[in-house]
């Protein structure tokens, strides 16, 4: 059983270019969860979505960034004219189907702006 | 909201020795609490977790216990190994599916 999957794992770009971010869930697991991770802090939360809907997005940015979760394929997470502070590591978690806590993760995106 | 603190930021020991880690969360609400170990360039790893309606839970050399009333939890490690050695990050949550707040993590080094 694959584990929480996202690519690519380093991502380099420019300031006003696009990011984006692709995360496939563990299999039987339908709620996909965004952290967003700065050099020596903890774990952000930004985003938590289900198939085809965002259920809080209370920690996103209001500009710039944006996600989703298509009936098909995986989540992407969006951010649109990056700037250097965009840069850390960007992880995706997954929970069960059924009402669960477990949230695993996927092992990042590390994105630097230059 | 949530707000979880964890100290200290930095914990260093002597292989075979144990380490203790404790967390504070500030909801009395939240129910849930796992622990999370990331190693150096890796995504977080689930390694324990404890519910409300538990003081303690054991898994093999890993443990954490829960104090409701004082709203802290602590992660136990014993007869460390130079492998323990990662970044540790507690974290707290409300209700299932909603999400994780985490505290900002301590470096645990295992020295040979």
């Known amino acids: 059983n694959a584990g929480v999957m996202q690519n690519p794992r380093h991502l380099v770009r420019r300031r006003g270019q696009e990011a984006r971010l692709r995360c496939s869930p563990m299999k039987g697991h339908s709620h996909v969860y965004w952290y967003r991770q700065l050099p020596e802090e903890g774990l952000k939360f930004m985003v938590y979505l289900q198939k085809e809907n965002i259920i809080d997005e209370s920690g996103m940015p209001k500009e710039r960034f944006s996600a989703e979760f298509p009936k098909e394929g995986p989540s992407i997470l969006r951010i649109q004219q990056v700037v250097r502070g965009d840069s850390a590591a960007y992880f995706c978690a997954s929970s069960p189907t059924l009402a669960g806590n477990e949230q695993f993760f996927g092992p990042g995106t590390r994105l630097t702006v230059l | 909201g949530e707000n979880v603190e964890q100290h200290p930021s930095t914990l260093s020991v002597q292989e075979g020795d144990s380490a203790v880690i404790k967390c504070t969360y500030s909801?009395?609400?939240?129910?849930?609490f796992p622990w999370y170990k990331q190693e150096l360039g890796k995504g977080p790893q689930l390694i324990i977790d404890i519910r409300s309606n538990v003081g303690e839970k054991k898994d093999q050399r890993i443990a954490v216990t829960l104090n409701k009333t004082a709203k802290h939890f602590s992660l136990h490690i014993t007869e460390t190994q130079p492998e323990d050695s990662a970044v540790y990050f507690c974290?707290?949550?409300?209700?299932?599916?909603?999400?994780?707040?985490f505290g900002k993590g301590i470096t645990l080094s295992v020295r040979p």
């Open positions: 909801d009395s609400a939240s129910n849930y």
């Open positions: 974290a707290a949550i409300r209700q299932a599916n909603s999400k994780l707040t």
